[in-house]
């Protein structure tokens, strides 16, 4: 069981905009930076934000991030059916000696 | 280019010990703290254990922590995972993640293409 919360699904039509939350708690995004991968079937997960909002090299920036409080998002504008897939949020908790958490994951169906 | 290249998932029995390896290439290995992360099929991302560049600090999952050791060999590029005690809870594919600095906790920005652990009888 995750620590942090992610609704399990968002659709979108290609090039709309789609946003995906991730609800943490105090100890962990409230306090720590906030990381986003994107991970297709059969393949290994991808950092698309780095530290709440910064975009790795070769990364769109049609992706991205942002937190406020205990809660963050990932955005994806001008949706493309080259996003669909699986997306987590993840981020250290100062309460569990070091423990990085991973959200429940969310899976981007484009329409 | 960064490359990480898990090896050493096989099908294990229940009770038995596992070492997994994952070498590095193309990038100062010595500089930066490494993960392993875990994905049971079907099922999502589960952080396992980070350890500093230059060995000296690591961090586990609470829920893991006593059955699995990470360390790591500079001389070798090579971050292991050694694991005891497997359950068929364990089997997943396993990962391998470069942090991005060298000190813990640090992040998976890299990741290898993992190596699959079957624990079955």
């Known amino acids: 069981q995750s620590v942090l919360t992610q609704p399990p699904s968002v659709s979108g039509a290609p090039g709309q905009r789609v946003t995906i939350s991730c609800s943490g708690s105090s100890s962990n995004i409230g306090r720590n930076f906030v990381y986003w991968y994107q991970q297709f079937p059969g393949a290994a997960p991808k950092l698309v934000v780095n530290?709440?909002?910064q975009r790795p090299s070769g990364v769109p920036d049609r992706f991205s991030g942002s937190k406020t409080g205990t809660s963050a998002s990932l955005a994806i504008s001008g949706l493309r059916a080259e996003d669909e897939a699986v997306y987590y949020c993840a981020a250290w908790d100062s309460n569990l000696n070091g423990l990085f958490v991973f959200g429940t994951g969310t899976s981007v169906t484009v329409l | 280019d960064v490359q990480l290249l898990e090896s050493g998932g096989v099908l294990e029995q229940p009770g038995g010990s596992l070492r997994l390896s994952c070498e590095a290439s193309g990038f100062t290995f010595s500089s930066f703290a490494m993960n392993w992360v875990r994905q049971a099929p079907g099922k999502g991302l589960e952080w396992v254990a980070v350890i500093s560049a230059s060995g000296d600090r690591a961090f586990y999952a609470d829920s893991l922590r006593g059955r699995f050791t990470i360390s790591r060999d500079n001389s070798q590029n090579t971050v292991f995972l050694q694991m005891y005690s497997l359950g068929v809870e364990d089997t997943a594919t396993y990962y391998c993640?470069?942090?991005?600095?060298?000190?813990?906790?640090?992040?998976?920005?890299?990741w290898g293409q993992g190596t699959l652990v079957i624990v079955s009888a």
């Open positions: 530290q709440n909002n």
């Open positions: 993640g470069r942090g991005n600095i060298a000190g813990v906790p640090a992040a998976p920005y890299y």
